[in-house]
């Protein structure tokens, strides 16, 4: 299978945003990636309920829900009736983690998990035969346009070799500083799913950058 893009709407013009989920809608894209941002658990705030439903009632491709919110478990449900096809909730935030996944699955949506640049992958060991899917962030989460991280790749290495022999189908998705440069050696790294914001947004043409990042080197995925 070709790897996943889900384009970022935190990315988006927020003046033109039905132009551009129709923009997304008609491209090679897979998902909607939406970031909820509480500016507690990270430095920023985004958007919630009302921009999600909006969203949801002219996206046609299933929406990517990446909370950096505390106290997740909360709002599952409520993500879940906003449209959420995935809920990915972050290492860090969750007391409980086990606990929350099911929650995300009894919600009726796929379940992740993401990690900070600081958080071994090590830590996901428990939950990995639980999840859908593991969001490796390449940048410090709350803001978009960040330079990438190059530990990632070691770290989606490690992730790699892990879910290999516990979860085979797991989605390994990367969020921060993905762009045509880089998108190479995150696949051959072991990501099949990828998150771009600026890279697509501020493009000159985002259909075509999408298009692109779509079928880089679609040959090396063996999933």
Same mark, same amino acid.
């Given at each position: 299978m070709k790897h996943l893009i889900a384009p970022s709407l935190l990315a988006a013009d927020f003046a033109n945003l039905q132009r551009d989920i129709e923009m997304v809608n008609s491209s090679e894209a897979d998902w909607f990636h939406v970031d909820v941002m509480d500016g507690v658990f990270v430095p920023n705030i985004s958007f919630g309920f009302p921009v999600m439903e909006a969203i949801k009632k002219h996206a046609t491709k299933p929406l990517d829900v990446h909370l950096m919110i505390v106290n997740p478990d909360q709002y599952i449900e409520r993500f879940a009736a906003a449209g959420a096809a995935v809920i990915t909730v972050h290492y860090e935030a969750c007391t409980h983690l086990h606990r929350t996944i099911q929650a995300i699955h009894a919600a009726g949506c796929k379940a &992740?998990?993401?990690?900070? /640049?600081? !958080?071994?992958?090590? #830590?996901?060991?428990?939950?990995?035969?639980?999840?859908?899917?593991?969001?490796?962030?390449?940048?410090?989460?709350?803001?978009? &346009?960040?330079?990438?991280? /190059?530990? !990632?790749?070691?770290? #989606?290495?490690?992730?790699?070799?892990l879910s290999a022999t516990i979860n085979p189908e797991l989605i390994i998705e990367v969020d921060g500083g993905v762009d045509i440069?880089?998108?190479?050696?995150?696949?051959?790294?072991?990501?099949?799913?990828?998150?771009?914001?600026?890279?697509?947004?501020?493009?000159?043409?985002?259909?075509?950058?999408?298009s692109e990042l779509k079928n880089l080197n679609a040959g090396i995925l063996k999933v």
């Amino acid at each position: 299978m070709k790897h996943l893009i889900a384009p970022s709407l935190l990315a988006a013009d927020f003046a033109n945003l039905q132009r551009d989920i129709e923009m997304v809608n008609s491209s090679e894209a897979d998902w909607f990636h939406v970031d909820v941002m509480d500016g507690v658990f990270v430095p920023n705030i985004s958007f919630g309920f009302p921009v999600m439903e909006a969203i949801k009632k002219h996206a046609t491709k299933p929406l990517d829900v990446h909370l950096m919110i505390v106290n997740p478990d909360q709002y599952i449900e409520r993500f879940a009736a906003a449209g959420a096809a995935v809920i990915t909730v972050h290492y860090e935030a969750c007391t409980h983690l086990h606990r929350t996944i099911q929650a995300i699955h009894a919600a009726g949506c796929k379940a &992740g998990v993401a990690i900070n /640049p600081h !958080t071994p992958v090590a #830590l996901l060991k428990e939950v990995l035969a639980d999840l859908d899917l593991v969001l490796v962030m390449s940048v410090n989460p709350g803001f978009g &346009g960040q330079k990438f991280i /190059p530990n !990632t790749l070691h770290k #989606l290495r490690e992730l790699k070799a892990l879910s290999a022999t516990i979860n085979p189908e797991l989605i390994i998705e990367v969020d921060g500083g993905v762009d045509i440069h880089n998108l190479a050696d995150l696949i051959q790294a072991g990501a099949n799913a990828f998150v771009a914001g600026n890279a697509i947004f501020a493009a000159t043409a985002p259909k075509e950058m999408i298009s692109e990042l779509k079928n880089l080197n679609a040959g090396i995925l063996k999933v």
